[in-house]
């Protein structure tokens, strides 16, 4: 991934992040999805009526969005869905006021378009995404088909996908 979206926030919050949100300790999911939610897709430009790019305003409009606040490194507001809240200082999306939304983190049932989600194998994530790639900072994480500007970012175990989050590759949220 480009420097312009690397996390100083560290591997550790982003991972938390990728299972929900962003928490200063510790990867604990949330399981609140509601049903509605499990006919829905992550990405490739946003999760319902959430849009990457779209202004805090205009996400708030939808009525789709909670606003938290928690203590974490950003410059950025915090929110969560309403189809899926976090406790503690989790985050389900980070809003700019630059850019807009820039991460939307898939409710606990929601999948990929190519069928990635929570409970998902390794070899399923790699047959979905051949062109996955690793590094310290995001894990796993792979461009999202049909757009270029942005990337999923996979929290992934020995065993399973544990969280998926979509990002809006060049952000200034999360540095």
Known sequence: MKQAIALRIG??????????GVVLAGVVPAAN??????KRTLGPFGYGGIRLGMSEAKARATGLIVRKT???????????????RYGGDRA????????????ISAPSSVKTPQGIGRGSTPAQLRAAYPKLKRNTLYGTFATVPGNPKASYVFLVSKN???????????QDCLR
Not at 161 to 169: A, F, N, R
């Open 11 to 20: 591997r550790s919050a982003l991972a938390a992040a990728l299972a929900g």
């Open 33 to 38: 999805a509601a049903p509605a939610a499990q």
């Open 70 to 84: 928690i203590n974490a490194p950003t410059k950025c507001s915090a929110y969560d869905l309403k189809a899926q």
């Open 92 to 103: 389900g999306l980070f809003i700019s006021k630059k850019q807009g939304v820039v991460t």
């Open 160 to 170: 399973m996908v544990l969280g998926v989050t979509l990002l809006l590759t060049a």
